[in-house]
Structures are given as C-alpha cells and as structure tokens.
C-alpha cells in the first residue's frame, strides 16, 4: 500500500514593506502616474511576413511617465513603483527635480516567497498548523533557520522541524516584508532638495519586451477591367494596429505612438533589461510511496505572493488545464470611429499618434483602428519575365501563369497620401454571395508619393510564354542580336495590362511600337491583351552599345 501526502504552505503577510534607500535618505514613494505615453518600436530584425511573436517580441518601447512627488528638506530617496519589468535602466532620465540627480537604483527581487523567506532568514515567523481530525488551529513562534533552496526549516521550542513535511496544513505569517521587496518592480532615484515641496516629475526610459505591426483589409468596390481610365476600380482601405506588451505591467489610458521604419539598434537591450526576479517556494521532503514505481506526489505548485496585508488563503493547486490558461494573451479589439493616427517625422523613420488614448494591457495584444479611406484608385497588373537564353522550341516548354500584381501610388489624387508601415493585407472581391478572398500580400514600409505594386500571387486566367525565336543567334542579324517572342493569353472577359520583364541591366532592347523603360532594376513593356485572346509580340535583344 501506497501513501501520498500533498500539503500546500501559504505565507501571510500582516506588515507593510520597508523601501530600500541609501541610509541618511528619507525614502518618499512618488504617487502613480497621473499621466502615461508608450511609444512603441518595431522589432527591426523581423521581416515584413513575419507573424509577431507574442512570446517573446523583441521590440522596444519608450515609456514616459508624468507623477507628483513631495520631497523633504535635504536629500531623499524617490521610489517609482510599477515600472515596466523590462525597464532598460541606464536610459532612465528623472525631469522636474529642484535639485537633479544623485544616483539610479533599480530592485533586483521582487517580493515572493522565496524572497520573504530569504530575508527573513534568522528572524522570527508565526506559524500555524491545523488538526486535520479536528480542525483546530495552534500557532507558534519560530525563527527561520535556511534559505529557500529546497527545504525551509523552522527552529521551535521543540526543536528544528521541516516546513510541509509533517503531513498537516500549515501557515507561515511574517511580521514585515524584508527591505528592497515590492510587488511591482521598483525604479529609485536619490535627489537633493534645499527646500522641500511638492513637484511634478517626468520618468521617461525604455523598455524591452513590446512589438507592433499594421495589418489592411482591402475590398473591392467595383470591378476589374471596367471602363474607368486604365482599368482602374475603387477599394475600400482599413487598417489596424496590433500592439504586444510581454511585460507584467500595464499602461492604462495612455497616449499612443508608434514608430515605423527600422531603427537601427546595436546594443543588446534585451541584456541591459535584466527584469527583477519573483521566485517560487518549492519545498520538498522524502516522498512517501514505493521506491521502485516512484512517488505519486505532483510537483509543488506555488501561488503569487499577496498583497501586503492580505492573507494567503491555503489551496490545492489549479488543475493543469487552468494553468495553461492563465498563461495565454488575451486578444482585444477595439473599433475607433473616425480614426486617423497623425503622422509626423521623426529622423529617417515616420511616428503616428493614435488620437485617443488607449490601454496597453500587461501580458496582453490589444488591437486599435488606424486608418481608413475609402475610394482608392487601383488597378490590376499582370507580369511575365523572359528567358533570353532559352529556345521557345524547346520541348516541356509551355505557357506558365503569369503573376498578378495590385498596382497604385501613394497620393492624394489615388485616395492616399499618407505613409503606409509594413504589414499584411487581405484584399476581398464582392461577388453573388458576398466579399470572397481574392488574394494576402505583404507591404513594406511606403512613403509618400511613392508607386506601389503589391503581389498577389499566380494568375489563374493569364498565361505568357517567352524565349527566344531559335537556338541560336537568328540570322541576318547583327553579331550577339537574337530574336525573342512572348505568347500571352488572357481567358479574362475583360482586357488586362501585362507587363513584359524583357531584360535586366547592360542588355540593349529593340522593341517595335512600344517603350521600353527601367522598373525595379529590368527593363520592361507594358501590353494590352484583349478579352479571351491570344496575341504575340517580338523583339530582339543584343549587347549593350553603352
């Protein structure tokens, strides 16, 4: 026969904390922030496709908080309680001081019980065991002989003894939390004033653990292949911005910035961040049960510490399934009429403002309209490459869709004019029974007045087919000359533009009845291919006379 024996310690606390500071400083507690901004900085080694990792982003965010503080005459020690965990601490700069600066300190522990354990070591404790038959409390002084390394021990009028290993509830409660432990991390500045007085003081540094990315959803209001000038049909544009925050802290009503572009970042933040710790209790004693099959005692689970005079209620562990859920991040969207973030320059990266105030959860995404028109002028374009070295002869040689492209440029006169961060889009085509996904791209960043050609992947309706005419050089044509020839089909009921990639740099291109010119790097034609036909086109190419 089998025992197991699974006994939960709680810890209660029945004092208020004693601040850190610098002996010979008053320690003063700055009140919370009466105002907040976050702006936040895209992690600038993720690629435009790439989803957000809410696990684990590695963005920044600078944080700026604005707190009243009331000095005394001479120096003091400032606490700001409830700093982001992963506050890069050497960017910290404290404004609004009389008398500046002395020196920055930042916790290191946060309260838990391993923590209050640890610094209470060889003090006294109060705790209490429960008669599981009777249901009679008894309480006792001890004073803590170890660390919570694995085992804590008690020393008693009856000796030393084991935490946890009697086999009864029991419950620790401790006089004061121990000097330099907070709930919440702790960032303290020590400072001089020759008067005293009531200030307000701004807290701005920067911190790891935050990612943002836009994401379009774009629908199509008429139809391809219309009668408006160049094939031109009007889409409905939304935007929205997903906002990460891995820190345990959260930012309510704050003002909203973030930042698109890449910043060029060369220090390890992610090291400098060094979050303070919150380590668990875990006590352990020889398990009961068969040495051979092992024990069926689970791992210890250990709660969060409470609040500073709140006791901790005992409990058995949430089941397994509850934990899980506890860690997930909560999604949050919100739908903010007549959104418009206001764009500005900042350097060679873009900041939008958000014009309303947001919360910027802690552990959490939250979502937030960012930009919305309606009425911009695209068009549909369809592009094919060309093979100078290959024979269109050749066998295995057939047509081969020809890629589709979304083209428009960012201005006013297309319904745009605003610069677009990088981000995935989802484009919607209306049809008998509703929108239907016509087609995911990936935007990277685009500026103002720029052209944009966004890729939608493989036509289904246009075909093209183009090499050369012969194997070899065609004749009666001058040295290194050899003719090409693109076949196009369109199975659309409607014209499309095809845009012809004839050749890259250093190739001299005769084209008849069209002009050649240079787009991204190749130079290229535009055709026009009527509905449910097929059309040739030659030319030839040669070396490049300079």
């Known amino acids: 026969m089998r025992l197991a024996a699974h006994w939960l310690l709680g810890a209660a606390v029945i004092a208020a904390p004693l601040a850190a500071q610098t002996p010979g400083r008053e320690a003063v507690d700055a009140a919370p922030p009466s105002d907040l901004s976050v702006t936040i900085y895209r992690d600038p080694d993720r690629a435009p496709d790439a989803p957000l990792d809410r696990d684990n982003p590695q963005g920044l965010a600078m944080i700026s908080e604005t707190r009243r503080v009331t000095l005394p005459r001479g120096e003091s020690t400032i606490r700001f309680a409830g700093v982001a965990e992963g506050m890069i601490g050497i960017s910290a700069i404290v404004t609004g001081l009389p008398g500046g600066t002395i020196e920055k300190n930042r916790n290191a522990e946060l309260l838990s019980p391993a923590a209050l354990v640890n610094g209470t070591l060889g003090n006294r404790v109060t705790v209490t065991r429960t008669n599981p038959a009777t249901g009679e409390a008894r309480a006792e002084r001890a004073v803590v002989r170890t660390r919570a390394d694995g085992g804590l021990v008690l020393q008693t009028a009856q000796g030393f003894e084991a935490v946890r290993c009697a086999g009864i509830p029991e419950t620790l409660s401790f006089e004061r939390v121990p000097a330099g432990l907070s709930a919440s991390p702790v960032f303290s500045v020590d400072t001089r004033s020759a008067e005293g007085g009531t200030y307000e003081v701004t807290l701005t540094y920067l911190a790891w653990g935050f990612d943002w990315q836009a994401n379009y959803v774009a629908t199509l209001r008429g139809k391809p292949g219309g009668q408006a000038a160049g094939g031109e049909f009007p889409l409905h544009l939304m935007s929205w911005l997903t906002l990460v925050n891995d820190n345990g802290q959260g930012f309510a009503q704050a ?20 979050p303070p710790e919150a380590k668990p209790l875990r006590l352990t004693c020889y398990p009961f049960g068969s040495t051979a099959a092992g024990s069926d005692i689970p ?7 409470p609040p500073p005079g709140v006791p901790m209620p005992v409990a058995a562990p949430p089941p397994a399934p509850m934990m899980a859920r506890a860690e997930m991040i909560t999604v949050t969207g919100t739908r903010l009429d007549a959104m418009k973030a206001a764009e500005e320059d900042l350097g060679d990266l873009k900041l939008f403002r958000v014009p309303e105030r947001v919360d910027v959860s802690a552990k959490g995404m939250k979502q937030v309209a960012f930009l919305e028109r309606d009425g911009v002028k695209a068009r549909y374009l369809y592009q094919a490459a060309c093979d100078p070295s290959a024979w269109i002869g050749e066998e295995g040689g057939g047509p081969s869709p020809a890629r589709l492209l979304l083209v428009t440029r960012n201005e006013a006169a297309k319904g745009l004019g605003v610069a677009l961060p990088q981000g995935a889009m989802t484009l919607y085509e209306p049809s008998a029974r509703g929108d239907s996904l016509a087609g995911k791209t990936t935007l990277r960043d685009y500026a103002s007045g720029q052209d944009m050609e966004l890729e939608l992947g493989a036509s289904g309706q246009v075909f093209a087919r183009c090499a050369a005419v012969s194997p070899s050089q065609s004749s009666g044509a001058p040295r290194g000359w050899r003719a090409m020839r693109a076949t196009l089909v369109n199975a659309n009921p409607h014209p499309v533009t095809l845009r012809l990639q004839l050749a890259g740099p250093g190739v001299a291109v005769r084209f008849a009845k069209a002009r050649v010119v240079v787009r991204n790097g190749m130079q290229v034609v535009e055709v026009t291919l009527p509905a449910n036909q097929t059309r040739s086109f030659d030319w030839t190419v040669g070396p490049d006379q300079g």
């Open 299 to 305: 791992e210890p689970w250990s709660p969060p510490p």
């Open 255 to 274: 003002r909203l910035q973030i930042v698109a572009g890449r910043l060029n970042v060369e220090s390890d933040y992610q090291g400098l961040a060094d």
